[in-house]
């Protein structure tokens, strides 16, 4: 049911579908009939309304196109913030409910902040009762898809996990994933990394105003994404492409999660994705130096 050889180098990112009001129907519509074989999505994106609209799509296109996958996370209980072993079978099965499907090939830990990684892996806690779907079927692969990388390290450390999603920590202005890049790849794990544009600042995107990874940017650190653009001025790159491109060419990410939330830019995007970078400019990238400190350390 999840079969990491199927992963394609691009995963459409759904957390705003449901957001903006009016053309989100179409949009949803679109991301079906794409290109784009890897849609991600979540219990509690725009409260639900991310998998009820890809949900109402695929019962409007007759079922899930062939080839096409949806992969979804297991959220706390909105209302009351638990989040143990039986809202994770909650959130389950009200994914599959908006979803219109049985089975999900890959069923991940969504932010799991409120817990200590102890109580997360406790009997009756949210580990738990995700391997129990996995061992019934109901779900391929599980993971953990979070943002503090202490929390996420910790959670690749149990070693239960077949997928961990980062965000924002592995992009053209920031390297805080390594060390979760490395733990990965010792366990064999598959690694999706998400927001390769920090959110929207490196493709120029005003959606999120001067934020990176969804925080206020020190001066430094917007400093150092201006040596960056420039940069990619002087090579005559777009910096949406050298981003997702940066993502792409890392060996050890296996799939990259863009957030398209307009038709045009699901339309920009396999372009983006085809863009060539040459070698020459990872070499001018490493000449900047380190990032300074981002907003996600
Ligand atoms: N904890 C988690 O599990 C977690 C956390 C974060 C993200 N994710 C996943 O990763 C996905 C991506 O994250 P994200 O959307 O926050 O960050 P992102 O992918 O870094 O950035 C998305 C922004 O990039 C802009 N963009 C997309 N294509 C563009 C193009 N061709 N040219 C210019 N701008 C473009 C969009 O701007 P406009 O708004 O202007 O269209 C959009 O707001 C999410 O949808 C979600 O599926 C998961």
Redesign the pocket.
């Known amino acids: 049911m999840f079969d990491r050889t199927d992963l394609e180098p691009v995963?459409v990112?759904?957390?705003?579908l449901g957001k903006r009001p009016g053309a989100d129907e179409s949009l949803a519509e679109a991301l079906l009939a794409s290109p784009f074989r890897q849609l991600?999505?979540?219990n509690n994106?725009a409260l639900g309304r991310s998998e009820t609209l890809l949900g109402e799509a695929i019962s409007a296109a007759g079922g899930l196109p062939a080839g096409k996958v949806v992969f979804s996370?297991a959220d706390q209980d909105p209302r009351t913030g638990v989040f143990d072993g039986d809202r994770v079978l909650r959130s389950f099965e009200e994914s599959c409910a908006r979803l219109g499907l049985e089975t999900l090939p890959l069923y991940?830990l969504?932010?799991p902040y409120g817990l200590s990684v102890s109580e997360g892996m406790a009997a009756g806690g949210p580990v738990e009762a995700l391997l129990r779907l996995r061992d019934e079927g109901r779900i391929g692969a599980i993971g953990i898809?979070?943002?503090s990388h202490e929390l996420v390290e910790e959670y690749i450390r149990t070693d239960v996990f077949d997928v961990v999603?980062s965000?924002?920590r592995w992009?053209l202005v920031d390297r805080t994933a390594e060390t979760i890049l490395r733990l990965a790849a010792e366990r064999g794990m598959t690694v999706f990394n998400?927001?390769?544009?920090?959110?929207?600042i490196?493709?120029?995107?005003?959606?999120?105003g001067d934020s990176y990874a969804?925080q206020p940017a020190s001066g430094e650190f917007l400093a150092h994404l201006d040596k960056v653009r420039a940069l990619c001025a002087d090579w005559g790159i777009s910096v949406?492409a050298a981003?997702l491109a940066f993502s792409i060419r890392e060996p050890r990410i296996h799939t990259t999660?863009?957030?398209?939330?307009?038709r045009?830019?699901l339309e920009?995007?396999p372009e983006?994705v085809a863009a060539e970078v040459p070698d020459g400019f990872w070499q001018a990238l490493d000449a900047l130096g380190e990032p300074p400190a981002s907003p996600t350390d």
């Open positions: 995963t990112g759904t957390s705003g991600d999505t979540s994106y996370k991940q969504h932010d898809a979070a943002g999603l965000h924002n992009t998400a927001a390769p544009f920090g959110g929207g490196l493709a120029g995107s005003t959606f999120r969804y949406a981003a999660v863009v957030g398209i939330y307009s045009r830019r920009e995007l983006l």
